[in-house]
């Protein structure tokens, strides 16, 4: 498998994007926020999107240059107008408004409305814990993709939540598709060949698979969690979806591409101190770590945990990347006319 350092997979993934015709701190955000999701082991938000984001591009959905503005504001409440943008464009401004209102009224909300795809939900609870915020993002995905629990039809999106909390070591990120896993986990998986874990996916006819390829030739994946993970994966349908001014899956006009979402913020400062508030957490990591690992755990890990040990390894030993994924990103870089992928090893 080729391994590519974060540096060189930042340099080309942003040389595509200008040369979608995004300007250049547009291009090198979109850049960078990918290859973070592949340096936290998540490569199923990684650089594999560009092949999608570059579709959305030639079919209209995304807008390589459109940056988003706030449509409106009532109190503690704004509405964020992304404007079929770049989705991480739209998120990390949304962000910034909603810890402006947060540090003004202590708790915040912030919709984001007409947005594509955020990538990884967890690096805008990141920054906002990195602010001293509570900081909540959720993700309703109009796209049908997820059986409830008991059933065997697709009917939801499969809806993510991501947490975020400060901490004295930095921000603690709780970060989940409600579906078993991420849809994307299941392309990771093909392009290595590899047979995906029993109770991930039902194919067409409802019947467990292990062949990640049966989820896009109409099968679907299990929410996490039985009922309680299915309850919270149709919360997700309907709040964010429907506060962002679109209709859930299945209903007519639904925005089958986009990422409506809703983001959250408290300010643990209007509530007490902040010191008090991250040494408390800090004691809870500590007393986890401590205690005796069940058997074939090393150690017992805090949310966010593995992230943080899949970004020093690879910051140190380069990504590895799938020969599909690889050729896949030669052909884009023809296509769109830059130069292609060197990979270090
Ligand atoms: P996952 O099943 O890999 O779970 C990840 C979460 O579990 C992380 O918070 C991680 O720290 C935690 N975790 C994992 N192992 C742990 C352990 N041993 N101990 C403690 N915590 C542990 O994630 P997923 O559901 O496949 O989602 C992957 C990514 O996909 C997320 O970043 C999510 O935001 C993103 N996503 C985005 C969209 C979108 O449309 N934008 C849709 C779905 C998912």
């Known amino acids: 498998m080729p391994l590519v350092s974060a540096e060189q997979l930042t340099d080309f993934s942003s040389r595509l994007y200008r040369a979608t015709g ?33 579709r ?17 504001r009532h109190g503690a409440i704004a509405v964020v107008d ?32 007409n947005c594509n795809h955020i990538g990884r939900l967890g690096e805008y609870a990141a920054w906002l814990a990195d602010e001293g915020l509570v900081g909540l993002v959720m993700v309703g995905i109009p796209g049908a993709l997820v059986a409830p629990w008991g059933g065997r039809e697709r009917v939801t999106g499969t809806n993510p939540m991501a947490w975020g909390v400060p901490t004295g070591r930095g921000p603690m990120v709780l970060d989940f598709a409600t579906s078993i896993v991420a849809a994307g986990k299941m392309n990771i998986y093909s392009d290595k060949g590899e047979l995906i874990p029993e109770g991930w996916v039902l194919d067409s006819e409802g019947q467990p698979t292990r062949d990640p390829d049966k989820l896009f030739e109409g099968g679907m994946l299990l929410p996490f969690g039985t009922y309680k993970g299915y309850g919270l994966n149709l919360m997700m349908a309907l709040i964010p979806v429907l506060l962002a001014g679109t209709v859930p899956s299945g ?13 959250l913020a408290l300010s643990i400062e209007h509530f007490g101190e902040l010191e008090d ?4 957490a800090d004691e809870l990591r500590e007393n986890a770590h401590r205690i005796r690992p069940a058997e074939g755990h090393d150690l017992v890990l805090l949310p966010g945990e593995p992230e943080e040990r899949a970004r020093l390894q690879r910051q140190r030993e380069g990504i590895p990347l799938p020969e599909r994924t690889w050729s896949t990103l030669q052909s884009l870089a023809r296509e769109w006319g830059i130069e292609p992928l060197v990979a270090d090893r």
């Open 22 to 54: 995004a300007p250049p701190d547009i291009a090198d955000f979109v850049a960078q926020t990918l290859v973070d999701a592949n340096l936290g082991g998540h490569d199923s938000h990684g650089v594999m999107r560009h092949e999608s984001y570059l």
């Open 56 to 72: 959305q591009v030639k079919e209209g959905v995304i807008q390589p240059a459109m940056r988003p503005r706030i449509k409106h």
């Open 82 to 113: 992304c404007r079929r943008g770049y989705g991480q464009v739209g998120a990390r401004y949304g962000a910034a408004q909603l810890r402006g209102l947060a540090r003004e009224h202590g708790v915040a909300a912030v919709s984001l409305a």
């Open 251 to 263: 209903a007519k006009g639904a925005d089958l591409y986009g990422n409506p979402t809703l983001m």
């Open 277 to 280: 508030f991250t040494a408390m």
